[in-house]
T-cell receptor, first 114, second 114 residues
Framework: EAGVAQSPRYKIIEKRQSVAFWCNPISGHATLYWYQQILGQGPKLLIQFQNNGVVDDSQLPKDRFSAERLKGVDSTLKIQPAKLEDSAVYLC????????????FGPGTRLTVT | KQEVTQIPAALSVPEGENLVLNCSFTDSAIYNLQWFRQDPGKGLTSLLL?????REQTSGRLNASLDKSSGRSTLYIAASQPGDSATYLC?????????????FGKGTLLTVNP
């Protein structure tokens, strides 16, 4: 079974530029999550999708971050414009359904904003 | 608001030693607790998931216990090996307002010396 795929693996941009990350969850997984992990911290949930609908985006900085999962499969997370404090690893995860189901994580995208 | 704390922040042990990693959470109304491993520059690998009705789970040399009433979980690693060196994260799955979500600790950085 293929795992969660993410691209790119690394990205370096200057502040005020825009960037987009892509995630393809495990086949058949209805729920997709985006997490932000700042160095030395645990991951923090940014947004959760159930199929193509948003379940929770309460911690997403909506003035600069956006995410979509149009066909209920893969997803894109965008930052525009980026700030220095956005430097982090962005992790995508998926699970069979919402609820107390095990989440499977991708390798992450390491973003450096200079 | 759920808060998860992991102690110690870092641990260095000689190969072959048995060790215990600690995790505590503030809200005992959790659905499950999950232990993850994170290697440098990599995503999270799920090690063990303990449902709220369970007291422990075992996988190979790993044993995780859960005591909801005291808000504690431990991860026991037997006969540690250098390949066990990584950051270990625990995460509690519980209500976070309008949605259930995983709340992570900051992790314990484990180094097993040959």
């Amino acid at each position: 079974e293929a795992g969660v795929a993410q691209s790119p693996r690394y990205k370096i941009i200057e502040k005020r530029q825009s960037v987009a990350f892509w995630c393809n969850p495990i086949s058949g997984h209805a729920t997709l999550y985006w997490y932000q992990q700042i160095l030395g911290q645990g991951p923090k949930l940014l947004i959760q999708f159930q199929n193509n609908g948003v379940v929770d985006d309460s911690q997403l900085p909506k003035d600069r971050f956006s995410a979509e999962r149009l066909k209920g499969v893969d997803s894109t997370l965008k930052i525009q414009p980026a700030k220095l404090e956005d430097s982090a690893v962005y992790l995508c995860a998926s699970s069979l359904y919402s609820g107390s189901y095990e989440q499977y994580f991708g390798p992450g995208t390491r973003l450096t904003v200079t | 608001k759920q808060e998860v704390t992991q102690i110690p922040a870092a641990l260095s042990v000689p190969e072959g030693e048995n060790l215990v990693l600690n995790c505590s959470f503030t809200d005992s109304a959790i659905y499950n607790l999950q232990w993850f491993r994170q290697d440098p520059g990599k995503g999270l690998t799920s090690l063990l998931l303990i449902q709220s009705s369970q007291r422990e789970q075992t996988s190979g040399r790993l044993n995780a216990s859960l005591d909801k009433s005291s808000g504690r979980s431990t991860l026991y690693i037997a006969a540690s090996q250098p390949g066990d060196s990584a950051t270990y994260l625990c995460a509690a799955y519980a209500s976070g307002g309008s949605n259930y979500k995983l709340t992570f600790g900051k992790g314990t950085l484990l180094t097993v010396n040959p």
